[in-house]
């Protein structure tokens, strides 16, 4: 029904676009993770260099790995409560479950700074946290964990997290024909062990999907310790951003930022796959 | 080993007790009344089926049965023991779904073997119950399939041995064959009611099709607009329609409205006699293969006779429909097929096939 | 309804969904308030109210300044994801091409992406074509970030779209052309106006990767950003506050638009019927 010249018209601009915007960018952060920095010149020379410092300097290691355990803390965490919350929504509210579902995603696009800061301003030693506990005689001095710990950096990025994980858990939770609830308990599964032989296995997909998005974003983000990490929640993205500032080794940066988006690559291949392992009919 | 063995003592085909009964069960979701105080009994071993129209209650009914629902007032009892209190997971009865309800994400086998699965039987139990509910439905070679590599037919079948392998007291069937092609459906009709009276558990069938339950059931209950309009053999509701819902709903049928006076029935240009019951305006039920043409000496004495036009003739292979007139009052007249017939003839019926109906 | 909402309601599971709410809502809430509260942020309870913070707020012509700012690149980049979207999403939907799942991968990667990786490789991009960091940079790096959602949308849009339309447009006598002006884009109207808005709120909000593409010109997410490193002030509050009223406005609109376009009936359902 399209012509070849409706067809092609259609596909070039953004083809074009992509590769030049986002194909050819991605290259030249390839091709710099390959040269270095000398005397605060760039040198086009290409060797290896950075991936060594990168896998030989134990600093990075584990940066990269506490890195690696705010970001699973994070995916656990809005795990936990971005399920049971979605289940709930989708199986035991009536009539006001769309203004409910609405109410979980309006704060998903909300933006993150804002959400950010609120915690910042929640968390502080004169915080609204510790003033609430000085009121109550809970505490009589200022905790101080609260802030500017790796802590506080998971407690924001969960906040940031859940709703997108519940997003696309409560979609599959959705997808689940309800006679297939009736019928497991028609043959005599009571609700808790209709939830895990049914429930449960259907909705998979969903909570892969979700899980990966919180994981990747967390992995890769360096604003929330800007904010509320302070030094001893350093990611692995903040370093590359102060190579990419003060310390100026581009190169290292780039190396670092291909690794990312490596693991980031592989992760969503990964759990591409496993979803369509759970997926059904 | 067969599910044969489902049959206990006490409610063994032919024992007097009823295996459910529904007392005065009534169901209202908002401000529609669905059920209205509905009272009906199941005995053991029996093909009930419910039929009746989209939104007269028999889904309803069905699903207040298997649990998904609880009557807004009344109780269903079963065994001498109350159901409507139980949550579904508890109650012996077991449930084939419209669409077949089948679990995508297990195997044919594992679908089988839930009910039991999550009762923890011990394996080797399992295996060969599962064994025996597949050869039942004639599905041994599908134990390892996935349901959605499995045609409309088959899906059903495995639907059937999933819910028959736990051995409940009542199975529930909602209209398991209203999506399957004509041919496969006839089929199916056949089969069901083979294994109903093969293993002999109790089958509460949803329908609306009236073929479908005249075939099928021991007794046939019609529901409309949530209330029972008659509960009796597929026989007695055709020869003896309780009234003219339920005379039109089950085949095709006449209705004569007229006057009863001094045990005759005047219908416009039709006279009944002898009628029964009180004097006053009546409706007949009379059934278009009752009417025969005048020529036909099949029918003794008493006989009524009228005259009427033919309009049309509807050919149906062994049989026509005709469409007659009769000094106004139009007819149905099925008559074997024969050559082609126009004009007036005279028409001859026996009074006994005229069944006063409630109107 | 299922066999659960009658005789025994999961009351825990409820209590724990409330919780789980006020999670997700109170530190927002929090903000708000403080953002009329005369002490300042932090301490408890916030007892004395004022819109001194509020009257800050609008006299701050570097916010406003780069409100504006934030504005022209949003609408930039509206216009930009919307144009390149719509093509995009018409040629997977309707053409086959070398490469097709590669492009459509790389479409959607900076969805899923961390935004330093995207933001630092245009960076390397814009040194390499030696542009110069500007608000423009910025304009680029949205727009090509935020193609994707401009895609998803309206591809979910088209799939809803009877082909049947675009035929009987071509049988009544309409070029391509003129079939795409007058059936083809009047129905995808709603997909359209929602991913707009979708877009907007998103590039109003971005921050990572602005962040490395930002010139002399500050949108607003870097200008609070700022601020922020030199201390907290309540009348960060009051922006903040300011923001999430508009976003949770422009949402709200969205996804009503949205739940319009998908009650539309299906392609599918049709041609079974």
């Known amino acids: ?281 | 080993m067969s599910v044969a063995g489902a049959i206990s003592p006490q409610n063994a085909p032919g024992s007097s007790a009823p295996l459910l009964e529904i007392r005065d069960i009534a169901k209202r979701f908002g401000h529609a009344e669905v059920l209205k105080k509905i009272s009906l009994q199941i005995a053991s071993g029996e093909f009930l089926t419910l039929l009746g129209e989209s939104g007269s209650g028999k889904t309803t009914l069905l699903r207040l049965i298997a649990g998904f629902e609880q009557p807004t007032s009344g109780q269903i009892w079963m065994s001498s023991g109350r159901l409507d209190t139980l949550p579904p997971y508890r109650r012996r009865v077991n449930t084939v779904f419209q669409n077949y309800a089948l679990f995508p994400h297990l195997s044919v086998h594992e679908n089988v073997a839930y009910g039991l699965r999550v009762k923890s039987t011990p394996r080797d139990e399992i295996a060969a119950r599962v064994e025996d509910a597949l050869g039942m439905v004639k599905m041994r070679d599908f134990a390892e399939a996935r349901p959605a590599t499995l045609s409309g037919g088959q899906q059903q079948r495995i639907a059937l041995a999933r819910a028959l392998i736990n051995r409940p007291e009542l199975l529930l069937l909602d209209e398991p064959l209203s999506a399957l092609d004509a041919n496969l459906r006839k089929q199916m009709q056949s089969e069901l009611k083979t294994l109903q009276r093969e293993i002999g558990i109790a089958f509460l069938f949803v329908t609306h099709d009236q073929d479908e339950a005249m075939a099928l059931s021991d007794r046939i209950a019609l529901l409309r607009n949530g209330a029972l309009e008659q509960v009796a053999s597929p026989r007695e509701i055709y020869s003896h329609p309780a009234t003219a819902y339920a005379a039109q709903f089950i085949g095709q049928t006449n209705l004569l409205r007229g006057e009863v006076r001094g045990g005759s029935a005047t219908c416009g240009a039709i006279r009944i006699c002898p009628v029964t019951g009180l004097d006053g305006p009546a409706t007949f039920s009379l059934r278009p293969e009752a009417i025969k043409g005048a020529l036909d000496a099949t029918i003794g004495t008493p006989y009524m006779t009228f005259k009427a036009t033919i309009r049309q003739q509807i050919y149906a292979g062994a049989t026509e429909l005709l469409e007659v007139d009769c000094d106004g009052q139009l007819l149905r007249v099925r008559v074997p097929a024969g050559e082609s017939l126009h004009g007036e003839h005279q028409f001859i019926f026996s009074p006994r096939d005229a069944v006063r109906i409630r109107d | 309804m299922t066999f659960t909402k009658s005789t025994s309601r999961p009351t825990v599971l409820a209590a724990y969904s409330v919780l789980v709410f006020a999670f997700i809502y109170l530190p927002i809430v929090v903000l708000i308030l403080y953002s009329f509260n005369r002490d300042g942020v932090g301490g408890f309870p916030p007892v004395h109210f004022t819109l001194d913070w509020y009257r800050q707020l609008f006299s701050d012509l570097a916010i406003w300044d780069s409100v504006i700012n934030s504005l022209v690149v949003a609408g930039a980049s509206v216009a930009l994801s919307l144009t390149l979207g719509l093509l995009a999403a018409l040629a997977l939907d309707r053409s086959n091409f070398p490469g097709k799942p590669l492009f459509r991968r790389l479409v959607l990667l900076p969805l899923i992406l961390p935004g330093i990786i995207t933001g630092l490789s245009l960076l390397m991009f814009a040194v390499f074509a030696g542009i110069q960091l500007s608000l423009f940079t910025v304009f680029l790096g949205h727009g090509s970030a935020l193609i994707s959602v401009a895609t998803t949308e309206i591809f979910a849009g088209l799939q809803k779209l009877d082909r049947a339309q675009e035929e009987a447009s071509l049988d009544l006598g309409a070029t391509p052309w003129q079939t795409f002006w007058r059936v083809t884009l009047p129905n995808l109207k709603l997909s359209l106006i929602a991913a707009g808005l979708l877009i907007f709120t998103l590039s109003m909000d971005e921050i990572a990767v602005t962040f490395f593409l930002i010139g002399r010109d500050n949108t607003l997410p870097l200008e609070i950003w700022g601020r922020l490193r030199r201390g907290i002030t309540p009348e960060i509050n009051a922006i903040s506050a300011l923001i999430f009223s508009v976003s949770v406005a422009l949402i709200v609109v969205w996804y009503r638009l949205r739940a319009r376009s998908m009650s539309s009936v299906p392609r599918k359902l049709v041609e079974t019927s």
């Not at chain 1, 997290?161 to 019928?183: D, S």
């Not at chain 1, 692995?236 to 780039?254: K, R």
């Open chain 1, 1 to 281: 029904m399209y012509s070849r010249t409706y067809k092609t018209l259609v596909a070039v601009p953004p083809l074009l676009w992509v590769a030049i915007f986002l194909l050819l960018p991605y290259a030249l952060m390839f091709a710099h993770s390959f040269w270095l920095v000398r005397d605060a010149f760039l040198i086009h020379q290409w060797n290896l260099q950075n991936y060594r410092a990168l896998f030989t300097n134990p600093l990075y290691f584990q940066v990269f790995l506490r890195t690696a355990r705010i970001a699973a803390s994070v995916t656990l965490c809005s795990l936990v409560l971005g399920y049971p919350l979605a289940y709930y929504l989708s199986f035991h509210t009536g009539p006001r479950k769309e203004l409910l579902y609405q109410l979980v995603i309006i704060p998903l696009w909300v933006s993150y700074l804002v959400r950010g800061y609120a915690w910042k301003t929640i968390l502080g030693t004169d915080g609204v946290l510790n003033g609430f506990l000085q009121y109550l005689h809970i505490t009589r001095e200022p905790v101080s964990f609260f802030l500017y710990s790796p802590f506080a950096v998971i407690l924001m990025l969960t906040h940031i997290y859940t709703p997108f994980v519940f997003l696309p858990i409560y979609a599959a939770l959705e997808h689940i024909p309800r006679p297939l609830v009736e019928a497991s308990q028609d043959l005599g599964a009571s609700r808790r062990a209709t939830f895990l032989r049914v429930i449960l296995p259907l909705s998979i997909p969903g909570l892969l999907a979700g899980a990966t998005f919180a994981f990747v974003l967390s992995l890769g983000d360096f604003l929330a310790p800007l904010l509320v990490g302070g030094p001893s929640a350093t990611m692995i993205a903040n370093i590359v951003q102060s190579l990419f500032g003060a310390a100026y080794d581009w190169p290292l940066g780039a190396a670092i930022s291909v690794c990312i988006l490596l693991i980031t690559v592989s992760l969503l291949f990964a759990t591409e796959r496993l979803e369509n392992r759970w997926s059904f009919k």
